[in-house]
């Protein structure tokens, strides 16, 4: 499964080497920085919700308390043949 793991901090603080290891780790898929406010926006490789949650709140940051998720579990769209009305 993937989780959506949008971050909520006051101020945004410069990338570390931890993020960048889960990245080249294949945990975090893909990674964004947020246009309305500060923060990331990743996209998580994981078993579950919780798995990601251990994956971004063990980063530095996350112990350190400076950073929160919201976490939204994702998936792909119903295969097309199902989305396609049969006549």
Do not use: R
């Amino acid at each position: 499964m993937k989780a959506l793991c949008i971050s909520k901090w006051a101020k945004a603080p410069s990338p570390v080497p931890a993020t960048l290891k889960l990245y080249l780790d294949g945990v975090i898929e893909q990674m964004w920085f947020k246009l309305d406010a500060p923060g990331v926006v990743f996209l998580v490789n994981a078993e579950s919700v919780d798995a990601a949650k251990t994956h971004v709140h063990g980063l530095p940051l996350g112990q350190a308390g400076l950073m929160d998720f919201d976490f939204i579990p994702v998936g792909p769209l119903a295969p097309l043949g199902m989305l396609i009305a049969e006549k």
